[in-house]
């Protein structure tokens, strides 16, 4: 299978689980491509962000997507990522978003919320999801068994 695991970070958290997944996807002999989302002004505080070229996504089969929270939401450039990438129609996706504090109501279920329906507004069909807190003890067995359902 052909997929994209398609993330957008800054200081690297939500990226380094992207490269992690890419390398279990290549031990399971699925072909697996890494994008970042490309930002030309990126500054954490900084809401109406620009971005780059977009990488297509069609010629995958399935995309899964990542991204942190930011201010309580999902971070601005998936958002905006997402609103203008092509039609996932008939695609698989799977999603996560990273965050660092540890009560539930800080952002990661509306922010997963979010990304889920600007996916689903593109047609997606969506599969598995998580919310990885950076600064939960457990956070690699969180990771360890998303990446194992995908
Ligand atoms: C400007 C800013 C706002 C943030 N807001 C939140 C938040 O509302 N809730 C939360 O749990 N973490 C918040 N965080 C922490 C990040 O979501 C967390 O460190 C994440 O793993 C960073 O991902 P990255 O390394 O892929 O950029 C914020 C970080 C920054 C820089």
Redesign the pocket.
Same mark, same amino acid.
């Given at each position: 299978m052909k997929i994209a695991v398609v993330i957008y $970070?800054?200081? &690297?958290? $939500? *990226?380094s689980i992207g490269q992690k997944i890419v390398r279990f996807l290549e031990s399971q002999n699925h072909e697996a491509q890494l994008i970042r989302v490309n930002v030309t002004d990126d500054q @954490? $505080?900084k809401t109406d962000v620009q971005l780059g070229d977009i990488e297509s996504v069609a010629p995958f089969d399935k995309v899964i997507f990542g991204s @942190?929270?930011?201010? *309580?939401s999902l971070a601005p450039a998936m958002v905006k990522y997402l609103k203008q990438v092509e039609s996932l129609s008939g695609k698989t996706v799977s999603c996560f978003v990273?965050?660092?504090?540890p009560f539930s109501w800080? &952002? &990661?279920t509306s922010a997963l919320k979010k990304m889920i329906s600007l996916c689903a507004e593109k047609g997606a069909v969506i599969d598995k999801t998580a919310i990885i807190n950076?600064s939960n003890n457990d956070r690699d067995r969180m990771i360890d068994d998303f990446i194992s359902k995908i």
């Amino acid at each position: 299978m052909k997929i994209a695991v398609v993330i957008y $970070s800054y200081t &690297g958290n $939500s *990226f380094s689980i992207g490269q992690k997944i890419v390398r279990f996807l290549e031990s399971q002999n699925h072909e697996a491509q890494l994008i970042r989302v490309n930002v030309t002004d990126d500054q @954490p $505080s900084k809401t109406d962000v620009q971005l780059g070229d977009i990488e297509s996504v069609a010629p995958f089969d399935k995309v899964i997507f990542g991204s @942190p929270v930011r201010a *309580f939401s999902l971070a601005p450039a998936m958002v905006k990522y997402l609103k203008q990438v092509e039609s996932l129609s008939g695609k698989t996706v799977s999603c996560f978003v990273t965050k660092q504090l540890p009560f539930s109501w800080t &952002g &990661g279920t509306s922010a997963l919320k979010k990304m889920i329906s600007l996916c689903a507004e593109k047609g997606a069909v969506i599969d598995k999801t998580a919310i990885i807190n950076w600064s939960n003890n457990d956070r690699d067995r969180m990771i360890d068994d998303f990446i194992s359902k995908i």
